[in-house]
């Protein structure tokens, strides 16, 4: 682990992308957001949960294809090629596993509550 001690380590842990796992076969590069791109794409999303339709589909992928990078930050989906040989090969079930545990990777878990509320409390 190392240590932060200035704010030039911060900004670059801050660019770097973080991992979700996916299942215990698949774990992806996701680009960190900022506070105010997070409150975008959720909004964003919320949309597209609301409609259902063809265009909401490519949205989606083009959210997607906006956040998956590699271990450098770079993004995986960087020409037309690439997000068209997404768009063929993806499937409901990656697109449903992708944002949900997207999502989770932005949320508390039970543990981090409780450790927060302890210390809150003191």
Same mark, same amino acid.
């Not at 960190?32 to 063809?54: G, H, I, P, T």
């Given at each position: 682990? #190392?240590?932060?001690?200035? %704010?030039?380590?911060?900004? @670059? ?9 996916? +299942? =215990? #076969?698949? $774990?992806?590069? %996701?680009?960190?957001?900022? &506070? ?16 259902? +339709?063809? /265009? =909401? &589909? @490519? ?9 998956? $990078? +590699? ?5 995986? !989906?960087?020409?037309? /090629? ?10 409901? +079930?990656?697109?449903?596993? !992708?944002? =949900?545990? !997207? ?14 509320? $302890? #210390? !809150?409390? /003191?």
């Amino acid at each position: 682990m #190392t240590a932060i001690t200035n %704010v030039g380590a911060l900004s @670059s842990y801050l660019n770097k992308p973080k991992s979700i796992k996916l +299942d =215990d #076969t698949c $774990t992806l590069y %996701v680009k960190q957001l900022k &506070v105010s791109e997070f409150n975008a794409l959720r909004e964003k999303c919320e949309k597209l949960e609301q409609n259902k +339709d063809e /265009q =909401d &589909v @490519s949205a989606s992928v083009d959210i997607i294809c906006s956040l998956i $990078t +590699d271990e450098k930050g770079n993004l995986l !989906f960087n020409s037309e /090629q690439a997000i068209q040989e997404l768009k063929d090969n993806l499937t409901l +079930d990656f697109v449903r596993k !992708f944002f =949900d545990k !997207f999502w989770e990777s932005f949320s508390f878990t039970s543990k981090e509550l409780a450790q927060a509320e $302890t #210390t !809150f409390r /003191q």
